[in-house]
């Protein structure tokens, strides 16, 4: 007796729910990996992060019992607190601003062509390449007061010989420590954002550049309303990568001044680490605003460009 056709597309359908099944369950199993990945190394240290900042532990790292919001309370009160959090701003302000604009020119100059174009470009990858801890120290070095190489080119040019002895330990004063500071975090800055806006540079297409020079504009108003727009992604990019590195940097400042004296050379993140040697929760505390910082850099930088198609708002 024949099946009706009806009768045989059930069946078939029946046959093909398997692979149906495992068709969907596809895409889970490459995707899988990277979400236990993000929740096991991201998500859960967050977790343990937040409920530590919560709880009452002993500088040896006992836990005796919930404090609550005592230890926010206990931060907020700390003296140094405000002038570590307008350091901070100043930190990250200075030095982003001064990357990007010292990137962009050092990007459109990498653009064009010019004889030892590639050893330059090689040169710049060196100060991005090497440790950061590394380049810290070596700055360390290349400012101590005694026989510094940085002081003692200084002083062979006859710079130093205009101020006093002590004008030289560079490191010695909360100031000039945390202008150092930021002339190394602009050292190793540079490079990636050059390259980051040297890429969105080359991807312009040059037939926008000929129509724009058979309308007649000029170099300036060619940059300006041309390569600046069509830049703007790439550049979006750049400044939150780098507002988010340098406002975690750690090894520059530890390195150099391990924020002192005192606490006069600390932003919140070395700041955390220093309240971890005998206030675990405080820390913890600390721990969280910073992460509800990071979170509201990226809540502003997902409002500025359009997520789904990854351009930015025009």
């Given amino acids: 007796m024949s099946l009706s056709t009806l009768e045989q597309g059930v069946v078939a359908q029946k046959r093909h729910r398997p692979t149906r099944f495992f068709s969907r369950l596809g895409p889970v199993l490459w995707v899988g990996p990277a979400v236990l990945l993000i929740a096991g190394v991201v998500l859960w240290p967050v977790v343990i992060m937040?409920?530590?900042?919560?709880?009452?532990?002993s500088p040896d790292g006992f836990i005796r019992g919930?404090?609550?919001?005592?230890n926010f309370v206990f931060l907020w009160q700390e003296?140094?607190?405000?002038?570590?959090?307008?350091?901070?701003?100043?930190?990250?302000?200075?030095?982003?601003?001064?990357?990007?604009?010292?990137?962009?020119?050092?990007?459109q100059l990498f653009n064009q062509?010019?004889?030892g174009r590639r050893a330059a470009r090689w040169?710049?990858?060196?100060?991005?390449?090497?440790?950061?801890?590394?380049?810290?120290?070596?700055?360390?070095?290349?400012?101590?007061?005694?026989?510094?190489?940085?002081?003692?080119?200084?002083?062979?040019?006859?710079?130093?010989?205009?101020?006093?002895?002590?004008?030289?330990?560079?490191?010695?004063?909360?100031?000039?420590?945390?202008?150092?500071?930021?002339?190394?975090a602009i050292f190793v800055s540079v490079p990636f954002s050059t390259y980051a806006l040297l890429a969105g540079l080359q991807s312009i297409p040059s037939d926008v550049y000929e129509a724009a020079r058979v309308d007649g504009a000029g170099v300036w108003r060619t940059y300006l309303g041309i390569t600046l727009p069509l830049l703007?992604?790439?550049?979006?990019?750049?400044?939150?990568?780098?507002?988010?590195?340098?406002?975690?940097?750690?090894?520059?400042?530890?390195?150099m001044t391990r924020g002192g004296p005192?606490?006069?050379?600390?932003?919140?993140?070395?700041?955390?680490?220093?309240?971890?040697?005998?206030?675990?929760?405080?820390?913890?505390?600390?721990?969280?605003?910073n992460f509800g910082l990071v979170l509201l850099i990226v809540l502003v930088y997902l409002r500025v460009t359009v997520w789904k198609s990854g351009t930015a708002e025009p």
Avoid at 66 to 70: E, I, N
Avoid at 84 to 103: E, P, Y
Avoid at 130 to 143: D, E
């Fill in 113 to 115: 062509k010019f004889p």
């Fill in 50 to 57: 937040i409920e530590t900042a919560f709880q009452n532990i």
């Fill in 262 to 289: 005192g606490h006069q050379t600390s932003t919140t993140t070395t700041f955390m680490y220093q309240l971890k040697q005998s206030y675990i929760g405080e820390s913890a505390a600390m721990s969280v605003v």
């Fill in 232 to 255: 703007r992604p790439a550049f979006i990019v750049a400044l939150l990568i780098n507002v988010m590195n340098v406002f975690n940097s750690f090894p520059i400042i530890w390195e």
């Fill in 123 to 184: 040169a710049l990858i060196a100060p991005w390449a090497a440790s950061v801890m590394m380049t810290a120290i070596v700055f360390r070095w290349g400012l101590d007061a005694n026989n510094g190489v940085i002081n003692v080119f200084l002083h062979d040019i006859g710079l130093l010989a205009r101020f006093n002895s002590e004008a030289s330990d560079w490191l010695g004063s909360p100031g000039s420590a945390f202008a150092w500071m930021i002339v190394v």
């Fill in 79 to 107: 003296p140094d607190l405000t002038g570590i959090l307008v350091r901070t701003v100043i930190w990250v302000a200075t030095i982003v601003v001064c990357t990007m604009l010292i990137s962009l020119a050092l990007a």
């Fill in 66 to 70: 919930w404090a609550g919001w005592r």
